[in-house]
């Protein structure tokens, strides 16, 4: 009796943990991959797409914010629609990561089959189906060049030719400031031209970001770098 009694627990303590309930109502769009749903932020399984400062060229070649227009998307697509996220697990940023509906529709799917994100196949290929049609039909960004989400968190960019490219400098009318922290978890922003711009990469899921203007990166609390 003792030892079926040890056995039952045993078998209960390796039974898989019951999975997370559905967190479901009105969302907002914080960019092209992450929602909020009453202040709980999700990360869309499966997905990468563009980052908001990101640019990608058209089929005429010519610029355009690419992880913006992926957000805009988004927002337009749910509208006042209610939606549900289903939490599977928490990344390594504590954000937790999840497939989010908008009724029957798997809105992480859909952003990869619309071409506005690519299948994160890092960490799933739940979504590789919808990247091809994607492609083959070339629909938003692939109907021009771009650079792969994961390559320009690392300061990689599209080159003139479509190919990625070393990391040639934004054009200074955009917002081509590089705000970075560094190791000693001081914000400081970069400028075009100056020693370290080159170098300096810009990585969101870090805390990084760009900005347009100096006025800008100075009201977010950063400073300039000292030469």
Known sequence: MTRCFVVALMTVGLAPSAQAAPVVGRASVIDGDTLDIRGQRFRLQGVDTPESAQLCQDAAGKDYR????????????IGTGTVSCEPIESDRYGRTVAVCRLGGLDLNGWLVEQGHSMAYRRYSTAYVTQEDA???????????????????????????????????????????????INRKGERIYHLPGSR????????????????????????????????
Not at 66 to 77: H, M, P, R, T, Y
């Open 66 to 77: 690419c992880g913006q227009k992926a957000a805009n998307a988004l927002a337009d697509k």
């Open 134 to 180: 994607a492609r083959s039909a070339k629909r938003g960004i692939w109907a021009g060049t771009f650079t792969p989400p994961w390559d320009w968190r690392k300061g990689e960019r599209t080159g003139p030719e479509g190919q990625i490219g070393g990391m040639p400098e934004p054009a200074p009318s955009g917002c081509a400031i590089k705000g970075n």
């Open 196 to 227: 370290d711009y080159g170098r300096t990469t810009v990585s969101q899921e870090a805390g990084d970001r760009m900005f347009c203007s100096e006025t800008e990166a100075l009201a977010a609390g950063w400073r300039p770098r000292h030469n």
